[in-house]
């Protein structure tokens, strides 16, 4: 059964930073694209970030381009979030996702889903 199990949320003042990981398990993604999406109360879930298995091919949203970081660890089979500079239009609940090898997280009907972490940032 895989699982995507996100940690790292929480509650942070505008301009502070926070980490989200994301550790798969069930299965490995080392060869699979894997990356985040978020979904903020009353909008439907966007995308945020994507990262590519190799870790050298990078998307951003370019609301949070400059600010959010993805990088992975494929021998942890996780994936992590640095968000930096977080403004009040960042809280969300941050969603993980994973892929089968060859697709992109963006289309998201193929996508292996986390529970999400709620990140709430304040003005």
Avoid: H
């Avoid at 699982?3 to 069930?26: D, F, K």
């Avoid at 990356?35 to 370019?62: C, H, M, N």
């Amino acid at each position: 059964q895989v699982q995507l199990v996100e940690s790292g949320g929480g509650l942070v003042q505008a301009g502070g930073s926070l980490r989200l990981s994301c550790a798969a398990s069930g299965r490995s993604f080392s060869r699979s694209a894997m990356g985040w999406f978020r979904q903020a109360p009353g909008k439907e879930r966007e995308f945020v970030a994507e990262i590519w298995w190799t870790g050298d091919s990078l998307l951003y949203a370019d609301s949070v381009k400059g600010r959010f970081t993805i990088s992975r660890d494929n021998a942890k089979n996780t994936v992590y979030l640095q968000m930096n500079s977080l403004k009040p239009e960042d809280t969300a609940v941050y969603y993980c996702a994973a892929t089968e090898r060859g697709l992109t997280i963006r289309n998201p009907q193929n996508n292996y889903w986390g529970q999400g972490t709620q990140v709430t940032v304040s003005s």
